[in-house]
């Protein structure tokens, strides 16, 4: 079984930009969560999706938002990037609620 | 609120001692917790999870972790270390009111001295 894919790997981008980044869930799996992950802040909950509906946010600005799709996949956009968004952004799968769940192996963004 | 301590950001022991990361929680609610690991540049591998069945949770690698109420804790050990073991680790708790919305420790980074 195919694991949890992110695209793209690494991503630069400039300050005042927008980002969009893709997460392709292990098959069958319907919810996908968004975390940050920065040296200063460790890892936080950005929000989830399950069956295209975000169930939970976290504490993040409206400029951090995302979507999912029918098949599972989800994406995430920040807009109008800060430098402080340069961090790792994770895409973990599951199954169903409190459920493992399975990260794929990130994006880093670098905003300059 | 839930939240996550563990103590000690690095850690470091000798190939083959015993490891030991400490993980302390904080919640309303009976928790529901969780071990991961992350090497360099990957994701998260979760290595094992408590939710509520048997206390002493046995995980992969050889890694395993206590559940206990009265402490508030779930650390997590491994007898024997191995150099394979150096990453970093984070200790992560949910409830079922928040679902699939975790909230991680800062991390222990393991070093495994030959």
């Known amino acids: 079984k195919a694991g949890v894919t992110q695209t793209p790997r690494y991503l630069i981008k400039t300050r005042g930009q927008q980002v969009t980044l893709s997460c392709s869930p292990i098959?069958?799996?319907?919810?996908v969560s968004w975390y940050q992950q920065t040296p200063g802040q460790g890892l936080q909950f950005l929000f989830e999706?399950?069956?295209?509906?975000?169930?939970n946010k976290g504490n993040f600005p409206g400029r951090f938002s995302g979507r999912q799709f029918s098949n599972s996949r989800s994406e995430m956009n920040v807009s109008t990037l800060e430098l402080g968004d340069s961090a790792l952004y994770l895409c973990?799968?599951?199954?169903?609620?409190?459920?493992?769940?399975?990260f794929g192996p990130g994006t880093r963004l670098t905003v300059t | 609120a839930q939240s996550v301590t563990q103590l000690g950001s690095h850690v470091s022991v000798s190939e083959g001692a015993l490891v030991l990361l400490r993980c302390n929680y904080s919640?309303?609610?009976?928790?529901?917790l969780f071990w991961y690991v992350q090497y360099p540049n990957q994701g998260l591998q979760l290595l094992l999870k408590?939710?509520?069945?048997?206390?002493l949770v046995k995980g992969i690698n050889g890694f395993e972790a206590e559940f206990k109420k009265s402490e508030t804790s779930f650390h997590l050990t491994k007898p024997s270390a191995h150099m394979s073991d150096a990453a970093e680790y984070f200790c992560?708790?949910?409830?079922?009111?928040?679902?699939?919305?975790?909230?991680f420790g800062t991390g222990t980074s393991l070093t495994v001295i030959p």
């Open positions: 973990a799968s599951s199954l169903g609620t409190i459920a493992e769940q399975y």
């Open positions: 098959s069958g799996h319907r919810s």
């Open positions: 999706y399950f069956s295209e509906t975000q169930r």
């Open positions: 919640s309303s609610v009976p928790p529901y």
């Open positions: 408590y939710t509520s069945a048997a206390t």
């Open positions: 992560a708790v949910s409830e079922l009111r928040t679902g699939n919305q975790f909230y």
